[in-house]
């Protein structure tokens, strides 16, 4: 038994220089998780101002080449019109008419054969 209290005398005389052998516990960080997520609000905006540039980039690009090609067809229009109506107003109907329908343009056809339809009693109309 004098055993069991020496051994029991050592180990209180060496446990406070265990503990103060130990490491020191680490404090733990508070944890920090704004990393982790993903800000949605600014890729959301982002991605909005992105797409809204490029379609209104795309619109303005569609507007502008519809306007050209429309101004294209117009002094196309106007040049074939003023052809035929000169041909027309020297007295060749059919002429006119075939030269209106050789280049698509039914409306002028059309508008040919009214002029023509109208002046049929004048002389010199091609017909």
Do not use: Y
């Not at 103060?20 to 982002?46: C, K």
């Amino acid at each position: 038994m004098k055993a069991l209290g020496i051994r029991t005398l050592g180990l209180m005389l060496a446990w406070p220089s265990l503990a103060v052998a130990a490491p020191a516990p680490t404090t733990v960080p508070s944890a920090d998780f704004s990393a982790l997520w993903t800000g949605w609000n600014r890729a959301n905006r982002e991605a909005m101002t992105i797409e809204t540039d490029a379609a209104r980039r795309l619109r303005q690009d569609v507007e502008t080449a519809d306007a050209a090609r429309l101004r294209e067809l117009r002094n196309q229009g106007r040049a074939l019109g003023e052809r035929v109506g000169e041909i027309v107003r020297l007295g060749d109907c059919a002429e006119g008419e075939r030269v209106a329908r050789a280049a698509g343009d039914f409306a002028l056809v059309e508008a040919v054969r009214a002029h023509c339809a109208a002046g049929a009693g004048s002389a010199g109309n091609g017909r």
